[in-house]
T-cell receptor, first 111, second 120 residues
Framework: EPEVTQTPSHQVTQMGQEVILRCVPISNHLYFYWYRQILGQKVEFLVSFYNNEISEKSEIFDDQFSVERPDGSNFTLKIRSTKLEDSAMYFC?????????FGPGTRLLVL | AQKITQTQPGMFVQEKEAVTLDCTYDTSDPSYGLFWYKQPSSGEMIFLIYQGSYDQQNATEGRYSLNFQKARKSANLVISASQLGDSAMYFCAMREGSNAGGTSYGKLTFGQGTILTVHP
């Protein structure tokens, strides 16, 4: 089963700016997830998305974050006003019966 | 309490030898799944192997096998015949709960990872 693709692969932004990270899954999948990995640390769950609605979110996923699937294909994670501590690798994943398939990630650097 | 514990920050193995990466988990849910992912230096997360809590046999995928000891709550990854390309970070992860059909699409909780270095 193919994994998802993510754009951009790298993003550099200034603190306080908005960023939008995109995930392009194969169509007809219903379960999607966003995770992040701060450099050198473990992978952390942010939010899961089922049938165009948030199904679960972590305490990290505060009001600065939002997700949507505006056109039924691309799946986006928006960070409204980035902080230095938002610098991390952000992974999109799609759900499978016995696993989750991760995209290649977007490396976000907030200056 | 940590749900997933990987006690080995780093492991070294000689090429062609077998290596075991440890993982213990903590859950009160009778239905759960255990996963191993490989993360090479390029950063992507590569799925390796899955074990369901109700699976009677240990999972195997090529050179990877999962030593599942339910009573001990451990799910160690065994890599046989190590190759230089196996050098990477390895993460153990757990998904808790399932629906009535036995399928779950819940979040994954990851351990801290183990860096494996394969020496020629």
């Amino acid at each position: 089963e193919p994994e998802v693709t993510q754009t951009p692969s790298h993003q550099v932004t200034q603190m306080g700016q908005e960023v939008i990270l995109r995930c392009v899954p194969i169509s007809n999948h219903l379960y999607f997830y966003w995770y992040r990995q701060i450099l050198g640390q473990k992978v952390e769950f942010l939010v899961s998305f089922y049938n165009n609605e948030i199904s679960e979110k972590s305490e990290i996923f505060d009001d600065q974050f939002s997700v949507e699937r505006p056109d039924g294909s691309n799946f986006t994670l928006k960070i409204r006003s980035t902080k230095l501590e938002d610098s991390a690798m952000y992974f999109c994943a799609r759900g499978g019966r016995e696993t989750q398939y991760f995209g290649p990630g977007t490396r976000l650097l907030v200056l | 309490a940590q749900k997933i514990t990987q006690t080995q920050p780093g492991m070294f193995v000689q090429e062609k030898e077998a290596v075991t990466l440890d993982c213990t988990y903590d859950t009160s849910d009778p239905s759960y799944g255990l996963f191993w992912y490989k993360q090479p230096s390029s950063g992507e997360m590569i799925f390796l192997i899955y074990q369901g809590s109700y699976d009677q046999q240990n999972a195997t995928e090529g050179r990877y096998s999962l030593n599942f000891q339910k009573a001990r709550k451990s799910a160690n990854l065994v890599i046989s015949a190590s190759q230089l390309g196996d050098s990477a970070m390895y993460f153990c992860a757990m998904r808790e709960g399932s629906n009535a059909g036995g399928t779950s699409y819940g979040k994954l909780t990851f351990g801290q990872g183990t860096i494996l270095t394969v020496h020629p």
